[in-house]
């Protein structure tokens, strides 16, 4: 006797597609909707303009400061010019890695590089695959004030998945501390 009582080939092929379609029915609907969230936020630094750019350019600068409270980053690439690439590993100290894990890859492509005073870039957010689990693009402006700078930061997320809408309500709290971050560095 077959699955689900069959008796010949042909009929356990058929109790057996009827059995994994009861399965994939039995099992929580995965999330496919999209999902997607913008944010812009202003902050002035107190540095010069050309400092906060290569702040944002530079992978040695951009490795001091990059990432919420809670992370460090362990590897940094930068390509800044047109068509270049970007790619970080941002890690979770322990007490945050309980909660979210601890390796967070990003990257991107460089869309506009117009040095001292604006970029736009490519900010995907990657599983440990590379795959994308979050595509964003990113636009971060410079604006001299003489010693300070002003410096707005747009950015628009979008995703599909079970981990996005957790990942999108953090958006802003997340690049509020790393702004908070690139401003205690670009004192330092």
């Not at 077959?2 to 009861?22: A, H, I, K, P, V």
Request: charged letters at 25%; one cysteine or more; glycine letters at 10%.
């Amino acid at each position: 006797m077959f699955l689900n009582g069959y008796r010949d080939e042909g009929s356990r092929e058929e109790g057996t597609n009827w059995l994994m379609d009861e399965l994939v029915a039995s099992l929580p609907a995965r999330d496919q909707r999209v999902h997607s969230r913008e944010i812009t936020l202003t902050r002035v630094l107190l540095a010069p303009r050309e400092l906060v750019f290569r702040a944002w350019t530079d992978p040695q600068h951009l490795a001091r400061w990059f990432g919420p409270a809670g992370f460090t980053v362990t590897h940094c690439e930068v390509d800044a010019r047109v068509g270049g690439k970007w790619m970080l590993i941002m890690r979770a100290n322990d007490e945050v890695a309980a909660l979210v894990g601890r390796d967070h890859p990003s990257g991107g492509e460089y869309r506009e590089v117009a040095e001292p005073s604006r970029l736009v870039f490519t900010n995907n957010a990657l599983d440990a695959d590379g795959n994308v689990i979050l595509e964003g693009l990113t636009t971060v402006t410079f604006e001299d004030l003489g010693a300070s700078t002003r410096m707005t930061l747009h950015t628009r997320a979008t995703g599909t998945g079970e981990r996005v809408p957790f990942m999108l309500a953090g958006m802003e709290q997340g690049w509020s501390e790393t702004l908070m971050k690139l401003a205690r560095a670009a004192v330092a």
